[in-house]
């Protein structure tokens, strides 16, 4: 059972063009979620995060849009560049005394020049 | 200050061998949790800690084991390894956060079972 449901599993943009990668989750326990880009060979990094009580978050080109209502958020990247080719997870994270963090399965993303 | 350190980054065993990742961080964070990484599967939370002395359980916990006597250290253990194992291991650690926080990965152990 996924909890965390992500969608395309790729994605193909020209460079400048906007990427958007979705996330739907159904425990409404979760109450952090933080999207991670990776590189090959490289572990996760954090790349921005939002909490439920913001329906927004930018950080220079990368947003995030949260939906708490239809539980969905999704990362959006503005003027994609080929130095953004990567794996992007979206997770949500129970937060409190576990802080137990959940990803989703996965976006590849590759900007073409 | 280097964060997030495992070791080794690479390593091949033989189905019924038993070997230890090492993780340590040295970062003061009070949650680590280890993951393995798949195609197509995302990352999938093994076992989890929230602090010295206390582990539990994640989505796939099966095969293997952890413990936590200090807070830097978090060692993963596969009791009798099976090609099903083959993965990438990641750990992971964050800060004390009421309302969840971010965690720093390591670069990754990468196992192959034979």
């Known amino acids: 059972q996924q909890q965390v449901k992500q969608s395309p599993q790729s994605l193909i943009v020209q460079k400048g063009g906007i990427s958007i990668i979705n996330c739907a989750y159904e425990?409404?326990?979760?109450?952090?979620f933080p999207w991670y880009q990776q590189f090959p060979g490289k572990g996760p990094a954090l790349l921005i995060a939002?909490?439920?009580?913001?329906s927004e978050k930018k950080e220079g080109r990368f947003t995030i849009s949260f939906n708490k209502s239809a539980k969905q958020f999704s990362l959006h990247i503005m003027d994609s560049q080929p130095g953004d080719s990567a794996t992007y997870f979206c997770?949500?994270?129970?937060?409190?005394?576990?802080?137990?963090?959940?990803f989703g399965t996965g976006t590849l993303l590759a900007v073409q020049p | 200050n280097a964060g997030v350190t495992q070791t080794p980054k690479f390593q091949v065993l033989k189905t019924g061998q038993s070997m230890t990742l090492q993780c340590a961080q040295d970062?003061?964070?009070?949650?680590m949790s280890w993951y393995r990484q798949d195609p197509g599967m995302g990352l999938r939370l093994i076992h989890y800690?929230?602090?010295?002395?206390?582990?539990d359980q994640g989505e796939v916990p099966n095969g293997y084991n952890v413990s936590r006597s200090t807070t830097e250290d978090f060692p993963l253990r596969l009791l009798s390894a099976a090609p099903s194992q083959t993965s990438v291991y990641f750990c992971?650690?964050?800060?004390?956060?009421?309302?969840?926080?971010?965690?720093?990965f390591g670069s990754g152990t990468r196992l192959t079972v034979v």
């Open positions: 992971a650690s964050s800060y004390n956060s009421a309302v969840g926080g971010g965690y720093t």
């Open positions: 425990n409404t326990a979760f109450d952090y």
């Open positions: 939002i909490r439920p009580d913001v």
């Open positions: 997770a949500a994270s129970y937060g409190g005394a576990t802080n137990k963090l959940i």
């Open positions: 970062m003061n964070h009070e949650y």
């Open positions: 800690s929230v602090g010295a002395g206390i582990t």
